[in-house]
């Protein structure tokens, strides 16, 4: 196993690092379901805190897409630093992509597992419909190491009164595309975390702790949502 990953945390005004990570006005937010509202979630409800708490509202969007280069992109806000110390809490950051026009399910779960320091893309498959808690099982791409294709960076918001943090992904699109997603493949998204399985089972934006899959899918997307070449 993987030590676990050891980060410094960067300002929201920092440049991103040389061609890795999207810059601050590349990253475009997730909305919610059909009436495409940004991705919201307030904090603690889904029972979950501190750095398993995924959080946003109208005015700062808990998900974000972006591409970056060869790369696609992950943004989620959190309502904790989950590198505390320099050093990732064991817990999972995931985003669950759909790609098959059936928001009851998700094909593909693209994470940071927290307690090996690295980012892996899975495959869930078979999927339990509305189940939240599906854990995705195949490997698709990866293990990839956090230090070099994650990030934290302070966020200028405050939910729940507390500071808030950004913690970015990378996942090779070429690993996406083996999954079936290609740049421009209509996906859905699903932003969450776990207390450490594969899944979204301690928070899921656009939802709380009794929400459906279906229910908490984002509008119809792509993971290049710029479009750019």
Known sequence: MASRALFSVI??????????????????????????????DAAGDAGADGASDVVGDATAAAGFLARAGERAAFRVRLDA?????????????????????????????????????????????????????????????????????????????????????????LVPLDALIEGGVAPTTTVRVWFGASDGDANLGADVACGDATSTLAAAASRPTTVDPAGDP
């Open 81 to 169: 630093n989950p590198a505390p110390g320099g050093m990732l809490e064991p817990l999972v950051w995931a985003v669950a992509i759909e790609r098959n026009e059936d928001p009851s399910t998700y094909e593909l779960l693209a994470l940071v597992d927290g307690a090996s320091g690295e980012v892996r893309l899975l495959s869930n498959a078979p999927a339990t419909p509305d189940d939240r808690s599906d854990i995705a099982e195949t490997s698709l791409g990866g293990p990839w190491p956090a230090s070099s294709h994650a990030r934290v960076v302070t966020a200028e918001s405050a939910s729940g009164g507390d500071a808030d943090w950004f913690l970015d992904f």
């Open 11 to 40: 300002s929201a005004s920092a440049p991103a690092r040389a061609q890795e990570f999207p810059g601050d006005d590349d990253w475009i937010q997730a909305r919610c379901g059909a009436l495409g509202e940004p991705l919201a």
